[in-house]
Nanobody, 127 residues
């Protein structure tokens, strides 16, 4: 069974940093693309960042470019999202998801057949 568990969320002041972790189990990590999404109350889910563990391709939403960094530790089956210079508008529940690349679309997550989602971790940035 493919399972993902996020951790690392919390409350931080604007300008601060957090590192989220997404630990995977029950699947061969190298075969998947891992993505981070977020959803704030009353807003649509946003694709924040993605990484192809297989070839190292990395993607970011424009809203987080230059502030967030995605990375993977294949030995630990874990993907990280380092979030710096946090803003109040980054407040959301952050989810990671594992998927197979089926095709490349207009966004980094389009064309990914997501097999599993984590339970989410809350990130709150105070002004």
């Amino acid at each position: 069974e493919v399972q993902l568990v996020e951790s690392g969320g919390g409350l931080v002041q604007a300008g601060g940093s957090l590192r989220l972790s997404c630990a995977g189990s029950g699947f061969t990590f190298d075969d998947y693309d891992i993505g981070w999404f977020r959803q704030a109350p009353g807003k649509e889910r946003e694709g924040v960042s993605g990484i192809s563990v297989r070839d190292g391709s990395i993607y970011y939403a424009d809203s987080v470019k230059g502030r967030f960094t995605i990375s993977s530790d294949n030995a630990k089956n874990t993907v990280y999202l380092q979030m710096n210079s946090l803003k109040p508008e980054d407040t959301a529940v952050y989810y990671c998801a594992a998927g197979f690349r089926v095709y490349y679309g207009s966004s980094w997550y389009e064309g990914l057949d997501f097999q599993s989602w984590g339970q989410g971790t809350q990130v709150t940035v105070s002004s």
